[in-house]
């Protein structure tokens, strides 16, 4: 059940959570959490919880669907029925296979696929608790799920959204905002060479709006990055 449109989003400089427009919610990732996928992670973003299980490289069924010349990366992105407050039909809807589809495109280019040929990588994300922003957590807990599975990559990709609401541009919108703001912009990069993986936008930003809301939404990825390093440090050790 939504709750009904605010009068105002922001009071005194500050958010109807408490935030600052430029401020992320609380996040908390740990990698390996099941022990029977190659790699895992468990993203609790906010209100969301979002755990991703990596499987892999491994023989690809249909065979047809093979490249001799690389691996092939299938992602699955899937709402339980119980991740929101008005049941979701169980299966995959419209939305979950475009997700999906941005998830692998989003991840694609950090993968080293040409060194597993007719194989398949596959990722599935499993949205146990929403509340926005699914999408970007689900990138990243499927980055750390990669790398915790061993997956030769060239480095981590974190996502982080920006938005607008009554007006002003703020970082990381949360289910309130996302429902009833102006403009939501999803952004996954690869940190090493700032090259953007992702790049979505419901809504509509001035030129001077949607540099901002960029730019705040890298500041998040960079933020998430920091977090994703750590939590495969805090398994693995190390650097």
């Known amino acids: 059940m939504k709750i009904g449109q605010p009068e105002k989003f922001i009071i005194d400089g500050k958010r ?15 990698a390996g959490v099941l022990k029977r996928a190659d790699g895992s992670a468990l993203v609790e973003w906010g209100g969301n919880k979002v755990i991703a299980a990596c499987y892999g490289p491994r023989e690809v069924h249909p065979r047809h669907l093979a490249k001799s ?41 950090v993968i080293f696929t040409n060194l597993y040929p007719r194989t398949t990588i596959d990722v599935f994300i499993e949205v ?40 002003e541009v703020v970082l990381d919108l949360f289910d309130i905002e996302d429902n009833y703001g102006e403009a939501d912009l999803p952004v996954a990069l690869i940190p090493k ?38 939590a495969l440090r805090e398994r693995y050790g190390g650097e």
């Open 16 to 30: 109807l959570d408490g935030r600052k427009p430029d401020e992320m919610r609380e996040v908390k990732i740990q």
């Open 69 to 109: 010349d690389k691996a092939i990366l299938r992602c699955t992105y899937n709402m339980a029925p119980f991740s929101v407050s008005d049941r979701k039909r169980p299966g995959p809807d419209r939305r979950s296979v475009e997700i999906s589809k941005v998830t692998r495109l989003a991840l694609e280019p």
């Open 128 to 167: 146990l608790q929403a509340n926005a922003g699914t999408r970007c957590t689900g990138i990243t807990a499927a980055s750390v799920a990669l790398a915790d599975a061993g997956i030769p990559m060239r480095d981590l990709v974190p996502a982080c959204a920006a938005g607008k609401v009554g007006g």
């Open 193 to 230: 060479n700032n090259e953007i993986t992702l790049l979505q936008m419901d809504g509509n930003f001035t030129k001077k709006e949607f540099e901002k809301a960029l730019d705040l939404a890298i500041q998040g990825c960079m933020k998430i990055y920091e977090l994703q390093k750590g």
